[in-house]
């Protein structure tokens, strides 16, 4: 598959790997060795090791060196050879090492060309960092279907209504119109759900009583290659949305990085502006939300997947519907990006 290359793409959240620990994970269907030095400091290799290829990953780490567990080949982070049980360490002696940044509680790596690798190409989440613990949660899904699939879900929230009918979905967000809009590198799907129906999680939040309605509204950012930064709130009718104790939102991130052609790293998480030092709520609201993704949205997306088989969305020729603008609009938007990139 070919996927778009110099770009940051998450590889971890940050508490996935230990000070002086190593972590492996597939991404973009290389495999990845993630390891930190005692100091905590991160880097990333292939997991291969340039010997016979086994495993760095079946091997260990020793304050920011990784051994070969077969016959003993280290490697720094750069993916020099640092020491050799069997003879001369020679200055070829290299494994592919990869840029990697910790930013927004996650690890960031880049898998292409390294010396293009640019800091200020990272998209700003600053919000991760800056909520309160006690207003924060993540979670991680590792998904059997393609990520543009997943990218997909997100810019299309009418499914709420349907697939998540019973917690998320008030028929709100079919009734509503969906808003695109386009820069050089960002794709905007909003919605406006003025004087209406309550989904039963915003009715149980407000306490509302039947037939009481709400004025909503939904948010998604697209940046590339499938970083989504979703803002979603609501008022009671007529209120303004001034933040004030009236004022519910919340501020997510959903985060897909290939694995494979056929799975996907799906890195998810919540911030909120109400009750933010109600630790109870804050675990309430986060296990609400894994058990929705990982029992409505994931089995549904892997079925979805099933019934493409290999086949590329387009050559399946889909019936296009109005609601699917902004996620025909973003995998256009790729796809050129990623011509570009090949040119
Ligand atoms: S395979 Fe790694 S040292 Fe031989
Ligand atoms: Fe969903």
Redesign the pocket.
Known sequence: MTYLRNCWYMAAWSDEIEKGGMFARTILDEPVVLFRNNEGEINALLDR??????P?SK?KVDDGVIS??????SFDGGGQCVHNPHGAVLKNMKVKSYPVIEAYRSIWIWMGDPEAADRDLLQDLGFLETAPDTAFSKGYLHGQANYQLYVDNILDLTHADFLHADTLGSGAWTRARAKVTETDDSVSVNRECPNEIPSPLQRSFRNLKEGERIDSWNNVDWHAPAIMVLHGGNVPVGALRDGSINTMTTLNTHIMTPETERTTHYFFATTRDFMTDDTDFNNGFAETRNRIFSTEDEPMIHAQQERMGDKDLWDLDPLLLRIDEGAVRVRRKLARMIEAENK
């Open positions: 090791c340039p010997h016979r290829f086994a760095f091997g070969c567990g077969y016959h003993g080949l």
